[in-house]
């Protein structure tokens, strides 16, 4: 079974600009979770989203969206680029079930906004 | 709301020696409990996920442990080897709150 894919790998923004990053699940994983990884923040999480539908969201400004497809793949989208947005982004897969299902995490992303 | 830390922020030791890192969390209604390793500019592998009504999960060299009472879980490494050396995150996943990670351990082990 094919892991999880995103893409692009690497991505170089200038400030100001808009991003859209790819992430698609294990085939038949429902929920998608992103966070974002910087060495000063680590690992903070950003929104699940669950049969097309956001289910949950961490606490990160509204310049930070994402949305599902049908077929279960996933974009983020962050507007208005600051310097700050620089890190790896992450996505992650799982079955979807009530919640706690073992993650998928795929290579991530990294944006650097200069 | 829920808060992971993780000690040592870094560990060194010798190929072959057992070892064991420690996780924390602060709130006890914790839902389960997964361990990562993540190696240098990569993505997170999932190594042992601990369900609430579980006390430990084993997986070849890897034993994790959850105590919910005392907020705690270790995950224990035997017989350590030089590709054991990556960043070990602990995450508690929490209803409302999705997966909280703590800050990881880097993990040498040097020949």
Same mark, same amino acid.
Request: charged share 15%.
């Given at each position: 079974k094919a892991g999880v894919t995103q893409t692009p790998r690497y991505l170089i923004k200038t400030r100001g600009q808009q991003v859209t990053l790819s992430c698609s699940p294990i085939s038949g994983h429902r929920s998608v979770s992103w966070y974002q990884q910087t060495p000063g923040q680590g690992l903070q999480f950003l929104f699940e989203y669950f049969s097309e539908t956001q289910r949950n969201k961490g606490?990160?400004? &509204?310049r930070f969206s994402g949305r599902q497809f049908s077929n279960s793949r996933s974009e983020m989208n962050v507007s208005t680029?600051?310097?700050?947005?620089s890190a790896l982004y992450l996505c992650a897969s799982n079955s979807?079930?009530?919640? &706690?299902e073992t993650q998928y995490f795929g290579p991530g992303t990294r944006l650097l906004v200069l | 709301k829920q808060e992971v830390t993780q000690i040592p922020a870094a560990l060194s030791v010798p190929e072959g020696e057992n070892l064991v890192l420690n996780c924390s969390f602060?709130?006890?209604?914790?839902?389960n409990l997964q361990w990562f390793r993540q190696d240098p500019g990569k993505g997170l592998t999932s190594l042992l996920l601990i369900q609430s009504s579980q006390r430990e999960q084993t997986s070849g060299r890897l034993n994790a442990s959850l105590d919910k009472s005392s907020g705690r879980s270790t995950l224990y490494i035997a017989a350590?080897?030089?590709?054991?050396?990556a960043t070990y995150l602990c995450a508690g996943y929490n209803y409302g709150q999705n997966f909280v990670f703590g800050p990881g351990t880097r993990l040498s082990v040097l020949p």
């Open positions: 606490n990160f400004p &509204g680029l600051e310097l700050g947005d979807g079930g009530a919640g &706690g | 602060t709130d006890s209604a914790i839902y350590s080897q030089p590709g054991d050396s």
